[in-house]
């Protein structure tokens, strides 16, 4: 029987768990630049750096006194999944489309990847650079690099769908590749593992409770000799009988 439910490195006590389900969550990914490799056409447009990819940075828990669903549990701190490259195309937020000043400017409250709580706003979140010494760094837009990407440095919100497992402890764990690849397939993967060791703790019970309702071999009685006994016992009151 498997007793604990292992998931991006924890393990929970199916036995302990009280109840599990997926919500969406709204996510933070920034841009991450990099040196440019084509240095025919950096040294013809004047651009150093390009636009690598996305990366996860934060999930937002409220805003401006609106309380999101994941804002009711604690979020797991992210491992090993920290190291997946989520790639595509620059996401714009609908601030970058419309232009509206006003929604950029919101106040998140916002939980980070190390799990750590923090309020921001949108476009004040650092873009990130790396160089391709191994060096890492983050660029805010006072920054003079900040203006010299020449890219869309704003992050970029999206809805990810996410694990949440109320325990001894809350558990929330982000899919779309932030921390495991499918949340759903891990909520259906849960809720296989919990029926089979519900149903195996139901058949122990029964067979417990059946060895329980069997009587103890000491109250049986073997009836040979008194049997026997009784036998000679009607013989003699037969021949007895009869002699008279």
């Given at each position: 029987?498997t007793?604990y439910?292992?998931i991006?490195?924890?393990?929970?006590?199916?036995?302990?768990?009280k109840?599990?389900?997926?919500?969406?969550?709204?996510?933070?990914?920034?841009?991450?630049?990099r040196e440019?490799k084509?240095?025919?056409?950096?040294a013809?447009?004047?651009?150093?750096?390009?636009?690598?990819?996305?990366?996860?940075?934060?999930?937002?828990?409220?805003?401006?006194?609106?309380?999101?669903?994941?804002?009711?549990?604690?979020?797991?701190?992210?491992k090993?999944?920290?190291?997946?490259?989520?790639?595509?195309?620059?996401?714009?937020?609908?601030?970058?489309?419309?232009?509206?000043?006003?929604?950029?400017?919101?106040?998140?409250?916002?939980?980070?990847?190390?799990?750590?709580?923090?309020t921001?706003?949108?476009?004040?979140?650092?873009a990130?650079?790396?160089?391709?010494d191994g060096?890492?760094?983050?660029?805010?837009?006072?920054?003079?690099?900040?203006a010299?990407?020449?890219?869309?440095?704003?992050?970029?919100?999206?809805?990810?769908t996410?694990l949440?497992?109320?325990?001894?402890?809350?558990?929330c764990?982000?899919g779309?590749g932030?921390?495991?690849?499918d949340?759903i397939?891990?909520?259906?993967?849960?809720?296989?593992?919990?029926e089979?060791f519900?149903?195996?703790?139901?058949?122990?019970k029964?067979g417990?409770?059946?060895?329980?309702?069997?009587p103890?071999f000491s109250?049986?009685h073997?009836?040979?000799?008194?049997?026997e006994?009784k036998?000679?016992?009607?013989?003699?009151?037969?021949?007895?009988?009869?002699?008279?």
């Amino acid at each position: 029987m498997t007793e604990y439910f292992n998931i991006c490195g924890t393990r929970i006590a199916i036995s302990a768990i009280k109840d599990f389900r997926t919500i969406q969550v709204e996510f933070i990914f920034r841009p991450v630049f990099r040196e440019s490799k084509k240095l025919l056409m950096s040294a013809i447009s004047g651009k150093k750096y390009e636009f690598a990819y996305m990366e996860p940075y934060a999930a937002i828990i409220g805003q401006q006194g609106h309380k999101s669903e994941l804002g009711e549990y604690k979020a797991k701190t992210f491992k090993e999944a920290l190291g997946k490259d989520i790639s595509g195309a620059v996401i714009y937020t609908i601030a970058d489309k419309l232009k509206l000043k006003a929604f950029k400017r919101q106040k998140y409250q916002c939980v980070n990847l190390a799990g750590r709580a923090f309020t921001a706003y949108l476009d004040d979140i650092p873009a990130k650079m790396l160089w391709d010494d191994g060096r890492t760094a983050e660029v805010y837009k006072e920054d003079k690099l900040y203006a010299e990407l020449n890219e869309i440095t704003t992050p970029g919100v999206e809805y990810i769908t996410a694990l949440v497992i109320k325990a001894n402890d809350a558990f929330c764990f982000y899919g779309n590749g932030i921390q495991v690849a499918d949340a759903i397939y891990e909520f259906e993967r849960l809720r296989r593992e919990q029926e089979a060791f519900l149903n195996d703790k139901k058949q122990k019970k029964i067979g417990s409770s059946e060895k329980k309702a069997l009587p103890l071999f000491s109250t049986f009685h073997i009836p040979g000799k008194n049997i026997e006994k009784k036998e000679n016992d009607y013989s003699e009151q037969s021949s007895n009988t009869w002699d008279e």
